[in-house]
């Protein structure tokens, strides 16, 4: 088998490299069947992980050897740096460029096998900002809280662990799936189920879950982007948003978003059982009340009739030659809110690693002693409701939520 000083060989040949696993890393706390592979051009230099050479030892020639170099490419770079962790308790502090998260946002599908496939001059140029985000998001961040551990009560009780896919929507939004039996969904668990759910097997009775949740995010991101008048002046007069239409908030929150999205009238007739005249007045009436918004949304859509391809406000290209064209309106929000989330779940980690457990999309999951409480909240607070150079101008509220299990989280 090849040994690691034929691979510092390898690697010594070129100022960059290009590294993945193939297969791809599933589940990281099972030992890894697969290749480790290296490319420094045109060639392929493979390590099998079946091979007698111990993975302390690969991952520290890995770590001296190849992340040494000025410039590391690597394809989903986070399955690795989890595993890393899991298996050998150091943490990474790396650069890379990863081609799986670059390709997604510039709407590129093949996966490169070759260092020469994975350089593309224009693309790396164009994603500098953005991998300030992905870069330690995907070789930090996650690994950390991919590592964190749950104890689920329900019997038998087990230790369980989250796995995220940071690239998981066309429209950047990651999530976060149960591939086994020792992993859980934290997006998706029951009333029930987050009851059952502890942090710690020693949790003193002091100890509680806290939640840091963007509000109303998705109407501040298109007041951001679009600039209208009348939705920045509600947001801003500390009113109830889905209120302020003269409805019931209910019916306000229901209807306001599903409208900025494409929905028909129809859609809402059938939805809240009233005839499709109504339903046809309450989506004009929404649309008036915020033309600026809407005008620009609908630009957006009518631009995809000459060209398919979609770019929003930090550059994310969308093909939607095969799509239906209403979607842009949702991409239009949604990614640079995505991309806004994950952002601040990097700062949220620089500040308050210790505490930090888990992402919920447009919030974040800690977990303290009651005594820090009043500190954590006051900082969190101030990482994520501070303006940032990616979003000049928009800073956004987070509501607090506190309690003794995920299941009874209550608002202060």
Avoid at 14 to 36: C, E, L
Avoid at 116 to 124: F, K, Q
Avoid at 316 to 343: G, I, T
């Amino acid at each position: 088998m090849p040994d690691t000083e034929e691979l510092f060989k390898y690697l010594d040949k070129s100022p960059i490299a290009y590294f993945y696993t193939d297969p791809p890393i599933d589940d990281f706390t099972k030992k890894f069947q697969g290749d480790f592979c290296f490319s420094n051009g045109t060639s392929v230099f493979r390590v099998s992980a079946k091979d007698s050479i111990s993975f302390k030892r690969l991952d520290a020639a890995i770590r001296r050897e190849l992340f040494a170099k000025k410039t590391v490419f690597t394809y989903d770079i986070k399955k690795y740096c989890s595993y890393a962790l899991y298996h050998n308790e150091i943490p990474f502090d790396i650069q890379t460029i990863d081609i799986k998260y670059l390709n997604h946002y510039f709407a590129v599908k093949s996966k490169p096998l070759t260092l020469r496939e994975a350089v593309n001059v224009d693309l790396i140029e164009k994603y500098k900002k953005i991998n300030e985000v992905y870069s330690p998001l995907s070789t930090k961040v996650i690994p950390f809280l991919e590592n964190r551990e749950f104890i689920d009560d329900t019997p038998p009780a087990k230790y369980k662990h989250t796995t995220y896919d940071i690239e998981a929507q066309a429209n950047g939004r990651m999530s976060c799936h149960k591939i086994a039996d020792n992993y859980l969904n934290i997006h998706t668990l029951s009333s029930a189920e987050k009851s059952k759910i502890r942090l710690k097997p020693d949790a003193d009775k002091d100890d509680v879950f806290l939640i840091l949740d963007f509000m109303q995010m998705e109407v501040e991101m298109l007041s951001w982007l679009t600039g209208d008048a009348n939705l920045k002046e509600i947001l801003r007069s500390g009113k109830d948003f889905y209120s302020s239409f003269g409805l019931n908030r209910d019916i306000g929150k229901a209807l306001f978003l599903p409208t900025v999205y494409g929905m028909q009238p129809s859609t809402l007739a059938a939805r809240f059982k009233i005839e499709v005249g109504v339903a046809e007045k309450l989506i004009k009436t929404i649309k008036e009340q915020f033309k600026t918004a809407f005008d620009w949304l609908t630009e957006k859509q009518e631009a995809l009739k000459d060209n398919p391809i979609a770019e929003d406000y930090h550059g994310r290209l969308r093909d939607f030659s095969n799509e239906p064209h209403y979607k842009r309106l949702n991409s239009e929000v949604q990614s640079p809110a995505s991309l806004f989330c994950l952002m601040k779940l990097n700062f949220l980690f620089d500040k308050l690693q210790e505490y930090l457990w888990f992402s919920l999309h447009d919030g974040f999951g800690l977990y303290c002693n009651i005594k820090d409480l009043k500190n954590i909240i006051k900082e969190g607070k101030e990482v994520l409701e501070r303006e940032e150079d990616l979003f000049p101008g928009l800073k956004i509220k987070v509501s607090v939520k506190v309690g003794h299990n995920l299941a009874d989280t209550i608002s202060i």
